[in-house]
């Protein structure tokens, strides 16, 4: 309800109405069932708009980083997240990233919309990166459509590191679904999770237009935190 009540009658016309993003493809969204919308990852405002152009609730696993911290600023970013929706995971990988693996099986089992960042991160420089392989084996897991979706200009209204957004239109571009049920049983395979995690990527690459680097974001940010160093 807390949800319900934020996006269809607090927040979301409120940013509707000030940002007016374009939507492309919408009609491929299942109207039911579980599926997974796999998106590009531009700013931090990608997990706010999304869901509030789907009509059904999106669920998205955010890093446990958000819920946790302390004071007014802490409890206000809780609840922004837990009004969009969002569940905690531990990223820090091993245990944690199989217990993010379960929770995202978990939210689809039950049926609902997951998204995801094939990326892994934001992307530091607005390029796309190589998805990592956990979305293709949730996918293959769980047995359900995956939905490729770009999002457009949404990293020059957030820019990476800024703390207010900048008034202009912002775009989303929802693909056919892809279905993968040819890889039934696969999902140990890692030559085929890659192959699916490329195919999906391909796809949003077509979608946005964005240029595509082979390495990995994460990888990216690093190398120059270290630089700066």
Same mark, same amino acid.
């Given at each position: 309800?807390?949800?319900?009540?934020?996006?269809?009658?607090?927040?979301?016309?409120?940013?509707?109405?000030?940002?007016?993003?374009?939507?492309?493809?919408?009609?491929?969204?299942?109207?039911?069932?579980?599926?997974?919308?796999?998106?590009?990852?531009?700013?931090?405002?990608?997990?706010?708009?999304?869901?509030?152009?789907?009509?059904?609730?999106?669920?998205?696993?955010?890093?446990?980083?958000?819920?946790?911290?302390?004071?007014?600023?802490?409890?206000?970013?809780?609840?922004?997240?837990?009004?969009?929706?969002?569940?905690?995971?531990?990223?820090?990988?091993?245990?944690?990233?199989?217990?993010?693996?379960?929770?995202?099986?978990?939210?689809?089992?039950?049926?609902?919309?997951?998204?995801?960042? /094939?990326? %892994? #991160? +934001?992307? *530091?420089?607005? !390029?796309?990166?190589?998805?990592?392989? =956990?979305?293709?084996?949730?996918?293959?897991?769980?047995?359900?459509?995956?939905?490729?979706?770009?999002?457009?200009?949404?990293?020059?209204?957030? /820019?990476? %590191? #800024? +703390?207010? *957004?900048?008034? !202009?239109?912002?775009?989303?571009?929802? =693909?056919?679904?892809?279905?993968?049920?040819?890889?039934?049983?696969?999902?140990?395979?890692?030559?085929?999770?890659?192959?699916?995690?490329?195919?999906?990527?391909?796809?949003?690459?077509?979608?946005?237009?964005?240029?595509?680097?082979?390495?990995?974001?994460?990888?990216?940010?690093?190398?120059?935190?270290?630089?700066?160093?």
């Amino acid at each position: 309800m807390f949800y319900w009540i934020m996006k269809n009658l607090v927040v979301g016309p409120i940013l509707l109405s000030i940002f007016r993003p374009w939507v492309v493809g919408l009609e491929h969204v299942p109207k039911e069932g579980a599926v997974v919308l796999a998106s590009n990852h531009l700013s931090f405002i990608d997990s706010i708009f999304l869901p509030l152009v789907v009509d059904r609730p999106v669920i998205f696993l955010a890093k446990s980083e958000y819920f946790t911290g302390k004071g007014l600023k802490g409890w206000a970013t809780r609840v922004f997240f837990q009004a969009a929706g969002q569940l905690p995971i531990d990223r820090s990988g091993g245990k944690a990233s199989e217990a993010s693996l379960e929770t995202g099986l978990r939210v689809l089992g039950e049926g609902h919309i997951l998204g995801i960042y /094939p990326e %892994g #991160t +934001r992307s *530091p420089d607005a !390029r796309l990166y190589r998805g990592r392989t =956990g979305v293709a084996r949730m996918v293959l897991e769980a047995g359900v459509p995956v939905i490729p979706v770009a999002m457009i200009g949404t990293e020059r209204v957030m /820019p990476i %590191g #800024t +703390r207010l *957004p900048k008034v !202009r239109r912002i775009g989303l571009v929802f =693909g056919e679904p892809l279905d993968f049920s040819r890889f039934e049983g696969l999902e140990g395979d890692r030559f085929v999770l890659r192959s699916v995690t490329d195919e999906l990527v391909y796809d949003l690459r077509e979608l946005s237009g964005q240029e595509y680097v082979d390495v990995y974001a994460s990888s990216v940010k690093e190398q120059r935190a270290t630089q700066s160093r």
